[in-house]
Nanobody, 115 residues
Framework: QVQLVESGGGLVQAGGSLRLSCAAS????????MGWYRQAPGKQRELVAT??KYADSVKGRFTISRDNTKNTVYLQMNSLKPEDTAVYYC??????????????WGQGTLVTVSS
């Protein structure tokens, strides 16, 4: 069974940095299509970053990276703003693991940026 476990969230002041991690376990074919999403209170879940795209709001501040040997994806977040406050989720698309019928989400990690 595939599982995604996020970590690294917390409370940080505006202008600070955090690094999120997402460890994938199970029969994973590739983590190169994984991505990070976020959901702020009262808002819909939105894309933050994949390895081919960044949300305009985080370009130049956030960087996605991965360690294939550990099946782990990271999100380095710099110059954080209060509007970055949200629960951050990692996502594993369908067909990138066995059996791969549906996409997989982690449990989420809360990032709170104080002004």
């Amino acid at each position: 069974q595939v599982q995604l476990v996020e970590s690294g969230g917390g409370l940080v002041q505006a202008g600070g940095s955090l690094r999120l991690s997402c460890a994938a376990s199970g029969s994973i074919f590739s983590i190169s299509s994984m991505g990070w999403y976020r959901q702020a209170p009262g808002k819909q879940r939105e894309l933050v970053a994949t390895f081919t795209k960044y949300a305009d709001s985080v370009k130049g501040r956030f960087t996605i990276s991965r360690d294939n040997t550990k099946n782990t994806v990271y999100l380095q977040m710099n110059s954080l703003k209060p509007e970055d406050t949200a629960v951050y989720y990692c996502n594993l698309p369908s067909r990138t693991y066995y059996p791969g019928y549906v996409e997989v989400w982690g449990q989420g990690t809360l990032v709170t940026v104080s002004s």
